[in-house]
C-alpha cells in the first residue's frame, strides 16, 4: 500500500511564512517515506472544513513545482487539475516540465472541474458538463498523442492542434501515469479504461459503493480489452487526528480500503498541518501498513 499527502489548505501560516510551511511539510512526508505529494487545482478555497472561498489558495502547477525542488523521492502532482482552466497543449507541457525537473516523478491529474463559483468569479468560462467532458477526452487524447512524439494534426471536439510538437518529452516513459479524478460510471470510469494509467475516488464513500464502483471500472476495462490491474486505484481520505481518529484508526481504515482493492491511499489533514502530525504518521501508520 502507497500512503499520499495532499495539502489543499494555505491557511496555516501567515503569507510570509507559507513558503517555509510547505517546505517542512513536504519535506517530512518525502523524507519520511510518503509516496505522493498532491495540491488541488483551484483559485478559490472550497468550503466545508477546508475553509470559505476567500481563504488563501495557490495556484497548483507553480506550488507542486516549488514542491518539486525540495524533494527528491515523492512522487508530485495535482489531485486533479480541472480541464478547462489551460489549454490542454499547455497542459500537457507543465507535466512534461514537471516530470524532467523532478528527475521523473509526475503524475498528470486531470479531471473535469466542478467549480463554477470560481470561474465565474474571475471571469473564466464555465462551459456545459457536456462541454467539459469534451475537453476531457480531447486532452487524453492529447496526452497520448504528443508524448508518443507524433507531430501530425490533432483533432478533437473541441479543440484542434496543427503541428502538436513537444520538446523535451519526459523522462517517465512512456508517459507520466495519467491520473483521472472522479466516479462517474458512464464517462470518467470509461476514460480510465481507456486513456488513464490510474483513477482517483472520493473518500467518504460507503465500502460497499466503492466496489461497485470498481466493479464498473472492471467492466469498463474489460470492454476495451484493457488489463484492470494495470489501472492503480487510488482515493482522497480526510485525517481528523483532533476529532479523536487515532493512528490505529488510520491503519485499519487503509487495510479496509485495500481489501477493497486500493493500492494508494493519499490523505488530507483536518486542522493541525505541520511537521509534527506528519512525522506522528510516518511514525505510526506508514511502518503499518507498507506490507499491504
Keep these: 500500500m502507497r500512503i499520499g499527502l495532499q495539502m489543499p489548505v494555505f491557511s496555516h ?46 495556484e497548483g502547477y507553480s506550488t507542486i513545482h516549488y514542491v518539486a525542488a525540495l524533494t527528491e523521492q515523492a512522487r508530485l502532482g495535482l489531485l486533479v487539475g480541472g480541464v ?30 466542478w467549480y463554477e463559483h470560481e470561474s465565474q468569479s474571475l471571469g ?5 458538463m457536456k462541454e467539459r467532458f469534451e ?3 480531447d486532452i487524453l487524447r492529447l496526452a497520448h498523442h504528443m508524448w508518443s512524439g507524433d507531430t ?7 479543440f484542434t492542434l496543427p503541428y502538436p510538437y513537444s520538446n523535451p ?17 458512464k464517462k470518467t470510469l470509461r476514460y480510465v479504461a481507456q486513456y488513464g494509467d490510474a483513477c482517483n475516488f472520493f473518500g467518504g464513500t460507503p465500502n460497499d459503493e466503492l466496489s461497485r464502483k470498481l466493479d ?18 487510488t482515493i482522497l481520505e480526510t485525517l481528523d487526528l483532533e476529532g ?12 479496509q480500503l485495500g481489501e477493497l482493492g486500493f493500492e494508494h491511499v493519499i490523505f488530507n489533514i483536518k486542522h493541525a498541518y505541520d511537521a509534527h502530525t506528519i512525522e506522528m504518521l510516518v511514525k505510526d501508520v506508514l511502518p503499518e501498513v507498507s506490507n499491504l
Design 13 to 58: 501560516a501567515e503569507t510570509t511564512q507559507l513558503a517555509t510551511w510547505i517546505k517542512d511539510v513536504a519535506q517530512t512526508a518525502d523524507q519520511g517515506g510518503f509516496a505522493s505529494l498532491w495540491v488541488m487545482d483551484h483559485f478559490f478555497q472550497l468550503g466545508s472544513w477546508l475553509g470559505p472561498a476567500e481563504d488563501p489558495m495557490l
Design 84 to 113: 478547462i482552466y489551460r489549454h490542454p497543449a499547455i497542459v500537457i507541457k507543465m507535466v512534461t516540465g514537471l516530470d524532467v525537473l523532478s528527475s521523473g516523478r509526475a503524475y498528470m491529474g486531470i479531471g473535469a472541474a
Design 124 to 128: 473564466l468560462p464555465f462551459p456545459s
Design 135 to 137: 475537453q476531457l477526452e
Design 152 to 158: 501530425s494534426a490533432f483533432e478533437g471536439k473541441q
Design 169 to 185: 518529452q519526459p523522462l517517465t516513459q512512456p508517459h507520466p501515469p495519467i491520473l483521472i479524478g472522479g466516479m462517474g460510471e
Design 216 to 233: 464498473v471500472l472492471k467492466g469498463h476495462c474489460e470492454a476495451v480489452e484493457r488489463p484492470y490491474d494495470e489501472i492503480e486505484k
Design 244 to 255: 479523536g481518529q487515532t493512528a490505529t484508526d488510520v491503519v485499519i481504515r487503509v487495510q
